[in-house]
Structure formats: structure tokens, C-alpha cells
């Protein structure tokens, strides 16, 4: 309840914010609040409890679908938000590639060959994740843009998040309140960070 209250502040807020100032990154940013929170709610069985009860079909799917969701916005907000295309080039190009990954993993997914398509999307958000976190790093150390410093801290708590839970997953770090909820503690400390930033 305290993570979907977050979510659903942050979206909203973001939102006004969108119609008032009428800036993309703000746009982009309310997408990615509406993937993520998707996400988790797939994650935890609450869309399919909730949102689409009688609709095998996307209750089988829709976790991979808005997991790519996820992605494809986080990429394009990091890219608006911290002007990657005018501070680096060469890493604007990767990212576009990396979301055209995701678009590739898709369509293997809903073609039928899930393994596939959920081993593409692992391994591109894992190379994507580390590539979003160390371009905000770069961008703050070494061209001294400011938000790119809030942009990072709210990113490195999301991956501790996600980096906890699989521990977690693999047995690494025992199975309590704390490790089977990280990643919505890091999604949610992520989420409420960046809107400062």
C-alpha cells in the first residue's frame, strides 16, 4: 500500500508537472513511473488479481511486457533527462540500440519462444541497468551537470534493490521482509529521488 501510494503520488504529481511546464522529460518520466509501477504489480500478482483477472493471455505475458516497458522508458528518460545526446554521442547511440534490443526480446517473447526472449531481456536490462548507472556517474564527474549527481544516487538504490532481491533469490541473503521486498524499496526510493532531482 505505502509503495502503490508512492507510485501513485509521483505519477500524478509528475503529470501536472508535464501539463504545466509541457517538457518532455517530464513525459517520459510519467511513463516510466507507470512501467515500473506496472511492473511490481505483475511481479507481486496484483495486476493479474486486480487488473486483467480473466485475461489468460496477458496474465501469462504482461510481466515481460512491462518489464521491456520499463526499459524502453528508463532509457529514454535518462537520455532526455541527462542530455546524453549532447554530452556523449557514441552512449546516445548504444542506448538507442539497447531499446531496440528490448523490441527484439519482445518479439520472440509473444512469437512463442519464451525462454529465449526472457534470457534476451535478462541480460539486455542487466548490460542496460549498469550502462544507465555509469553514464550518470560520467556525466556528473566529468562534464559537472548537477542533476546527473541526484539522477545516480536514485539509480543506485534501485540496483541495490534489484541486486538484494536476487541474492535473495539465490540464497545468498536469507528470505525476510526486508530481501523479498527490495526492489520495491529501491524502485520506490528511486522513483521519489528523481523527482527531486
Sequence with gaps: GVYSGIIIVMFLYNVFLYLSIRDNQYLFYVFYILAVGLTQMCLKG???????????????????IVTIMSGIFAILFTLNFLRVRHFSPVISIVMYCA??????????YVSGDYLVGQRILQVNTGVTSLMVL?????????KKFRPALFFWIAWSFFL???????LKDMGIFPYNAFTSNAILIGSGLEVALLSFA
Design 134 to 142: 555509469l553514464t550518470g556517474f560520467y556525466i556528473y564527474k566529468k
Design 46 to 64: 496484483y495486476a493479474a488479481k486486480f487488473l486483467w483477472p480473466d485475461e489468460g493471455w496477458l496474465i501469462v505475458k504482461s510481466n515481460h
Design 160 to 166: 541495490s534493490g534489484v541486486i538484494i532481491y536476487i
Design 99 to 108: 531499446i531496440g534490443i528490448h523490441i527484439i526480446s519482445a518479439v520472440v
